[in-house]
């Protein structure tokens, strides 16, 4: 029997899920065969609408070798493994002769842990563990919650959190499940065999293709215990976001909170000398932290460093005394031990990291509202890491909306470890770009409008002509507005003044509620506006009339003061780069081609791009901004956008009478 053709298996997919065939889905398709037939790497961007899952899917699972497919969002993992791969591995059967199997796979603590659920929770104060059902009140949110999920441990076939409806609370959830440092072993476990978490990984090892997320595929390639079963085939979807996602998985935190609990959870394993060496040493951190004022510290202050070594140290020593210690008078002595040694054990790690002081990390103090100081360590860069660990042994497609910034692939491939398109030499991974395009046809559905008359925005600065545009757009567009804001509070107060504006058009603000409930609140009514700040610019899919015109506040550069940001961008000058270019208008490309990408999500849909900040029509850099963004039609005309949103608003609502 000869082996199907590529396009005659996608033709058979995209019609099991009821979808159309186009033509960048098959340019995309051939690429992604082309590239792990030929064993190199492939960056492809696909426009919304051009089916890009089908377009790795399909090529994937004909070449018959494990894939695993890492995503950023929940959405997405959801979408594969409930929609696009069991109806692909369906309509792909009858040709490929065999059905592939598929598995979805998250870090351990996304699992319920049967051990905690049956046996308790190690309590900081107490000896032993606690029965949390008990200590919660039966009538409170937490009591109810956990009664809750133990009936649901009784049904379901998966412990994954997600599969839990409603959800729960992170309180809750975090007194039935543990991380990977917490885990007691399935070996040395009561309920080893029965352990959703092992059971999730053997699903995975049996399995053809492998569905998990960033932050899982992160941990894989930086901590060197391979999570993921043995793969020949990456496919990162939504990659725009995997270095942020990594950069996320390899920055390390110290708070006193943080400190004071490994305190308690270990003064009870470890001889009194241990217990209060560890105990002087947090208290002299906590002193420090509550003088500690946020920014980048580019050396380590004399007196934090001392700190850091004591409790590096102290957290030394009763490791070692954990481990030669036993007491059999506390209660499932392994859970406790193994809690407050993963506790002492993040303490030590941090704090070693920041005392051994690499070059390539960067060092700062932040300050919260509600949670105090905390001391963060992040690396300059994850560009060697991925470079090293992503594409060695295996190939890899990354693909997203958004890959391609003023114009080429190569700021993207920077970011990710990779020389620029076409570079030789012995390790150097190879690879090349491909923009397969959009179905859509930008400029006749969209306008990109940027308001020219209004002030240079100044930072924290009054913005009322800002307000006043926002107000008329949204007049003439009718509701009907998804506002983007670079802050929570430019956000807030824009919130705020519109309301008492215009009434007549409902503005909801991200954080009044969950973001599932604004989104869907905000697509069933077109005069609703949704404003909101950064998950807002990546997270919403509202296609038709409720969202026909997409507001952005401002250029979203990276605040000044943001020590990664700011020590990324030095580094590049220091190395004789445009530091500028390569990390702040790099940052500020992808969010806006991001927010660009929430007008047009279908074919029919129609509306205005405005950005309310002159700077993108008159600076220097905005060429290269307009070049990462939708092939819009571009104005700056404010009587043609207000025209041009009116006519678009009438044809709405003839449309909604019509239906009614």
């Known amino acids: 029997m000869t082996k199907p053709s590529l396009p005659e298996l996608l033709h058979a997919a995209v019609t099991a899920v009821g979808g159309t065939e186009r033509p960048g889905q098959v340019t995309m398709a051939e690429a992604v065969e082309e590239a792990i037939d030929g064993g190199s790497h492939l960056l492809v961007q696909a426009g919304t609408g051009t089916g890009k899952s089908l377009g790795y899917l399909v090529p994937a699972l004909a070449q018959g070798e494990r894939v695993v497919v890492a995503t950023a969002t929940l959405a997405l993992q959801r979408q594969l493994v409930e929609r696009d791969l069991p109806r692909t591995v369906d309509a792909l059967h009858p040709q490929l002769r065999r059905r592939p199997e598929f598995a979805m796979l998250k870090g351990r603590s996304n699992y319920l842990c049967l051990h905690r659920l049956h046996e308790g929770v190690p309590q900081d104060e107490e000896e032993g563990l606690f029965d949390q059902f008990e200590a919660a009140a039966p009538t409170s949110r937490l009591g109810q919650d956990l009664l809750r999920m133990r009936d649901w441990a009784d049904e379901t076939e998966t412990g994954d959190r997600d599969d839990l409806t409603p959800g729960v609370s992170d309180r809750a959830w975090s007194q039935v499940s543990v991380s990977s440092r917490e885990c007691l072993g399935a070996s040395k476990c009561a309920y080893g065999t029965e352990c959703f978490a092992e059971m999730a990984r053997e699903r995975a090892k049996l399995s053809e293709v492998v569905v998990t997320n960033h932050a899982l595929l992160a941990i894989d390639a930086i901590e060197g215990a391979p999570v993921l079963p043995q793969h020949e085939v990456l496919i990162v979807d939504e990659a725009h976001e995997l270095v942020s996602r990594v950069t996320g998985v390899a920055?390390?935190?110290?708070?006193?909170?943080?400190?004071?609990?490994?305190?308690?959870?270990?003064?009870?394993?470890?001889?009194?000398?241990?217990?209060?060496?560890?105990?002087?040493?947090?208290?002299?951190?906590?002193?420090?932290?509550?003088?500690?004022?946020?920014?980048?510290?580019?050396?380590?202050?004399?007196?934090?460093?001392?700190?850091?070594?004591?409790?590096?140290?102290?957290?030394?020593?009763?490791?070692?005394?954990?481990?030669?210690?036993?007491?059999?008078?506390?209660?499932?002595?392994?859970?406790?031990?193994?809690?407050?040694?993963?506790?002492?054990?993040?303490?030590?790690?941090?704090?070693?990291?920041?005392?051994?002081?690499?070059?390539?990390?960067?060092?700062?103090?932040?300050?919260?509202?509600?949670?105090?100081?905390?001391?963060?360590?992040?690396?300059?860069?994850?560009?060697?890491?991925?470079?090293?660990?992503?594409?060695?042994?295996?190939?890899?497609?990354?693909?997203?909306?958004?890959?391609?910034?003023?114009?080429?692939?190569?700021?993207?491939?920077?970011?990710?470890?990779?020389?620029?398109?076409?570079?030789?030499?012995?390790?150097?991974?190879?690879?090349?770009?491909?923009?397969?395009?959009?179905?859509?046809?930008?400029?006749?559905?969209?306008?990109?409008?940027?308001?020219?008359?209004?002030?240079?925005?100044?930072?924290?600065?009054?913005?009322?002509?800002?307000?006043?545009?926002?107000?008329?757009?949204?007049?003439?567009?009718?509701?009907?507005?998804?506002?983007?804001?670079?802050?929570?509070?430019?956000?807030?107060?824009?919130?705020?003044?519109?309301?008492?504006?215009?009434?007549?058009?409902?503005?909801?603000?991200?954080?009044?509620?969950?973001?599932?409930?604004l989104i869907k609140n905000f697509a069933a009514d077109p005069e609703t506006c949704l404003f909101g700040t950064l998950s807002l610019w990546q997270g919403v899919d509202v296609p038709g009339p409720s969202c026909q015109l997409v507001v952005m506040d401002k250029i979203p550069f990276p605040r000044p003061d943001d020590p990664l940001m700011s020590a990324r961008q030095k580094a590049v000058e220091e190395a004789g780069g445009n530091g500028f270019m390569a990390v702040a208008a790099t940052h500020a490309a992808l969010l806006m081609a991001q927010g660009a990408g929430r007008l047009v999500r279908a074919s029919g849909d129609r509306g205005v791009v405005a950005v309310l900040d002159q700077r993108l029509a008159t600076a220097r850099y905005g060429s290269y901004l307009k070049a990462s963004l939708p092939d819009f039609w571009f104005t700056t005309d404010r009587n043609q956008v207000r025209k041009s949103l009116a006519a678009i608003d009438a044809a709405a609502r003839r449309t909604e009478s019509e239906g009614d």
Request: aromatic content about 6%; charged content about 30%.
């Open 251 to 517: 920055t390390g935190e110290l708070t006193p909170g943080q400190v004071s609990r490994a305190v308690r959870r270990a003064a009870k394993l470890v001889n009194e000398k241990a217990a209060d060496q560890l105990q002087t040493a947090s208290e002299g951190f906590e002193r420090l932290m509550e003088l500690a004022l946020p920014g980048r510290l580019e050396e380590i202050p004399e007196d934090l460093g001392y700190a850091l070594m004591a409790l590096r140290d102290a957290c030394r020593t009763v490791i070692s005394a954990i481990g030669a210690t036993r007491d059999k008078s506390v209660q499932d002595e392994d859970a406790v031990r193994k809690q407050a040694l993963a506790s002492v054990e993040s303490v030590h790690d941090v704090a070693e990291r920041i005392t051994n002081g690499s070059e390539w990390d960067v060092v700062w103090y932040e300050r919260h509202d509600r949670f105090g100081a905390s001391l963060r360590v992040a690396p300059l860069s994850v560009a060697g890491l991925l470079r090293e660990k992503l594409f060695a042994d295996r190939s890899v497609i990354l693909t997203s909306a958004t890959l391609k910034l003023g114009g080429d692939f190569n700021g993207v491939g920077a970011s990710l470890g990779l020389a620029p398109e076409g570079t030789e030499g012995e390790d150097v991974p190879q690879w090349k770009g491909v923009d397969v395009g959009s179905p859509f046809d930008y400029p006749r559905q969209g306008i990109l409008y940027v308001a020219k008359h209004l002030a240079r925005p100044a930072r924290d600065g009054d913005r009322g002509d800002m307000l006043d545009e926002l107000t008329e757009l949204i007049q003439a567009a009718g509701g009907r507005t998804l506002g983007l804001f670079s802050s929570m509070r430019a956000a807030q107060l824009a919130a705020e003044e519109l309301r008492s504006r215009i009434p007549e058009y409902p503005i909801l603000l991200q954080g009044e509620e969950t973001l599932g409930e």
